[in-house]
């Protein structure tokens, strides 16, 4: 469960990890008005505590405090907010000092062009986003499509039934490029296998990614149709399909962080056969490092299976003894790096 912040607390139910509320988006490890230098983040929907990609920014952070001795502040989205709201918490970050400011999601790209002019010698990152072009902003983005390939391999290598399911949690760019790298890993792997595809919500509605009872759903009705391999990349959702196929006694394919070794998730890890991981965390660390060592990173900055910016973790042991399939997938991430695999952005 992440911590509450000090400007207003809200009951949350350790079920459903609801989000918290804050009117400026003000929960800090730390008083950023102090002189000491110090780095904030500005988290998603879902929150820290999502077992996934916020709890990877988070690690980011911590590594930050603890490496480069610098203060951490973190700040919380409100349910149902607007666009003025990630505008003030932007803002208040900044003017508490903070540098640099992150926004971890494509949905703070409209709230950091308007911030990052006003505050020309902070800099700016936004993670997964490309859209937002200034001297002191940091796109942090990922081949998300590259991890999701690999998923696809393993996924089709292990199906009994040859019919494996994919849920994102909202429609949108970003989480077709995890549908598109699945899909294209699984027919590249086993033509005749199976995908079934399912969207949370559509925007402008986001609880696809904050709200575990959809994607509990959604996994148990791909399993009521023969998928006993589900991977969703939904954030804080995906955890509800975890657990649906998990009481399944199915496998589950986590995203973003390696969610076999979260700690909200152990009920369930036997049945994590891997994760997508993305290095949300590593990138956080180096933009936070840049700034501190006075070269501030700026403009794209993509993390691919090249560079280890994506993959897929090995940290369950039953996933370490499926020889066969961790061959189909260094193989699979050896073409693409080699560019004898051209992963779809699209599906």
Not at 71 to 92: F, H, I, N, S, Y
Not at 172 to 189: C, M, N, Y
Not at 222 to 233: E, H, N, S, T
Not at 338 to 345: G, P, R, Y
Request: hydrophobic share 40%; net charge neutral; glycine share 10%.
């Amino acid at each position: 469960m992440r911590r509450i912040t000090r400007i207003a607390t809200v009951g949350i139910a350790a079920s459903a990890l609801a989000l918290s509320a804050t009117a400026c988006g003000g929960k800090s490890s730390s008083d950023s008005s102090s002189k000491e230098p110090s780095a904030a983040i500005a988290y998603d929907i879902g929150g820290r505590g999502d077992q996934s990609f916020n709890d990877a920014a988070y690690v980011g952070l911590q590594q930050a405090e603890k490496d480069l001795q610098i203060k951490g502040a973190e700040a919380e989205p409100t349910d149902g907010e607007g666009e003025a709201d990630k505008v003030q918490r932007l803002t208040e970050l900044a003017r508490k000092g903070n540098n640099p400011v992150i926004g971890v999601g494509f949905a703070y790209a409209p709230a950091i062009k308007k911030v990052a002019e006003k505050f020309p010698k902070t800099t700016f990152g936004i993670i997964d986003d490309t859209s937002v072009t200034a001297p002191n902003v940091a796109n942090l983005v990922f081949n998300e499509e590259q991890g999701s390939y690999l998923a696809g391999v393993a996924a089709a290598k292990v199906s009994k039934t040859g019919t494996v399911g994919f849920i994102g949690g909202v429609e949108v760019p970003l989480i077709k490029k995890f549908e598109a790298g699945f899909v294209q890993g699984v027919k590249d792997t086993n033509p005749n296998a199976k995908v079934l595809t399912q969207y949370l919500t559509q925007p402008p509605n986001f609880d696809g990614f904050a709200k575990p009872d959809l994607g509990k759903a959604a996994a148990e009705g791909q399993l009521d149709k023969g998928a006993d391999v589900v991977y969703a990349a939904a954030g804080l959702a995906g955890s509800g399909a975890i657990e649906a196929t998990a009481a399944k006694g199915k496998w589950a394919i986590g995203v973003d962080s390696d969610q076999y070794s979260q700690a909200g998730l152990a009920k369930y890890k036997d049945h994590i056969l891997t994760s997508v991981t993305k290095q949300v965390s590593q990138s956080v660390f180096n933009l936070i490092k840049s700034v501190k060592d006075g070269k501030p990173q700026v403009g794209e900055v993509r993390y691919g299976l090249d560079k280890d910016g994506v993959g897929l973790a090995d940290s369950n042991p039953e996933y370490k003894k499926m020889t066969d399939v961790i061959a189909a997938v260094e193989k699979a991430k050896a073409d693409i790096i080699a560019k004898k695999i051209e992963v779809k952005t699209a599906p």
